[in-house]
């Protein structure tokens, strides 16, 4: 079955930087593009991050350009998050998710539990 585990997030200091980690199984890691979404709490469900299968095209919202980077390794099944210069407002529960096919956007079928970022002094 299809399985989606995010690691390294943690507490963080504004301005400082963390890596999530998203390790797939279950499927043709490299058949489907991938990105990350995150919810604070009170808040809605922000999509933060994508990535094409074939890491040709990228998408981030305005609130992370610049900041974070997002990449994936094929031969390892697994798409990071890195986040630099940190901000309070990027305290969340950052999840995985699969998208439906290899070079689109448009829906996603399954999503990991998430890891939980906290940046604070």
């Known amino acids: 079955q299809v399985q989606l585990v995010e690691s390294g997030g943690g507490l963080a200091q504004p301005g400082g930087s963390l890596r999530l980690s998203c390790a797939a199984s279950?499927?043709?890691?490299?058949?489907?593009?991938m990105s990350w979404a995150r919810q604070a709490p009170g808040k809605g469900l922000e999509w933060v991050s994508g990535?094409?299968?074939?890491?040709?095209?990228?998408y981030y919202a305005e609130s992370v350009k610049g900041r974070f980077t997002i990449s994936r390794d094929n031969a390892k099944n697994t798409v990071y998050l890195q986040m630099n210069s940190l901000k309070p407002e990027d305290t969340a529960l950052y999840s995985c998710?699969?998208?439906?096919?290899?070079?689109?956007?448009?829906?996603?079928?399954?999503w990991g539990q998430g890891t939980q970022v906290t940046v604070s002094s």
């Open positions: 998710r699969k998208h439906l096919r290899a070079t689109s956007w448009n829906g996603y079928d399954y």
């Open positions: 279950g499927f043709t890691f490299s058949s489907y593009a």
């Open positions: 990535i094409y299968r074939d890491g040709s095209d990228t």
